[in-house]
């Protein structure tokens, strides 16, 4: 009899069923259909969302795969007003500088159908701002001092895995990244060992939402796959 012991090397897989072909599609459809629906946005209620819906997230953005299990990565889930506010005329400034000259013609040519400007009220109007940071050093276990891998990759992917969560729980989601965002560190209190990655706006959307028409462009299949 197989035994789950911390000293075996491997454990039974747990967590999967084999379902029939026929519910693996009706499963696929309901997920594709939610997340096809999911869209960025820049207007927020100012509504609360209760702390222990963010820490579920994160919480389920962690199980994300990550290069030797190092679990690279530091979420600071942000509600305290004035902090937003430190954020908010931290990003701004970096944005002015960006639209103002530091982004090339190409770049802003392809940001104006989204009608994005350096004015960012949603930092402060949103009930919650999750920095995501990347570590460079860390370990599978807590207060370890390793070299971190394929940082970029795991990062990413408990990125991708927090926004679906969000989403999943009927809160909009903006991935703000200015360029650079070294404000965050500073602001956040995080070691210079750790790089930011994203900047979270999380919130229910505005009863006047809107978003722009460009976000709606979606690649066919055909275009972003090819099967051989």
Do not use: Q
């Given at each position: 009899m197989s035994t789950t012991n911390q000293d075996e090397k491997y454990v039974p897989l747990t967590g999967y069923s084999r379902m029939p072909?026929?519910?693996?599609?009706?499963?696929l459809e309901t997920l594709r259909d939610r997340l096809s629906r999911r869209r960025s946005i820049r207007m927020f209620s100012g509504d609360p969302v209760p702390r222990d819906i963010i820490e579920t997230a994160i919480r389920t953005a962690a199980t994300a795969p990550s290069g030797a299990n190092h679990q690279p990565w530091h979420f600071v889930a942000i509600s305290d007003l004035e902090t937003k506010r430190k954020i908010r005329a931290a990003a701004e400034e970096?944005?002015?500088?960006?639209?103002?000259?530091?982004a090339s013609?190409?770049?802003?040519?392809?940001l104006d159908p989204l009608g994005t400007d350096a004015h960012k009220p949603f930092?402060?109007?949103?009930?919650?701002?999750?920095?995501?940071?990347?570590q460079r050093r860390g370990g599978e276990q807590t207060g370890q001092d390793?070299?971190?891998?394929?940082?970029?990759e795991s990062v990413g992917l408990a990125t991708g895995m927090l926004i679906t969560a969000l989403h999943s729980?009927?809160?909009?989601?903006?991935?703000h990244t200015p360029a650079p965002m070294?404000?965050?560190?500073?602001?956040?209190?995080?070691?210079?060992t750790e790089k930011p990655f994203v900047l979270m706006v999380v919130g229910y959307p505005a009863k006047d939402c809107q978003v722009p028409t460009h976000a709606l462009i979606k690649k066919d299949l055909s275009a972003i796959s090819t099967f051989v």
């Open positions: 072909e026929e519910v693996m599609r009706e499963e970096e944005e002015r500088e960006f639209y103002g000259g530091r013609e190409e770049w802003l040519d392809a930092l402060e109007t949103a009930p919650w701002l999750i920095a995501v940071f990347a390793k070299k971190n891998y394929y940082v970029t729980a009927g809160l909009g989601t903006l991935t070294g404000f965050l560190t500073k602001i956040c209190g995080r070691p210079k």
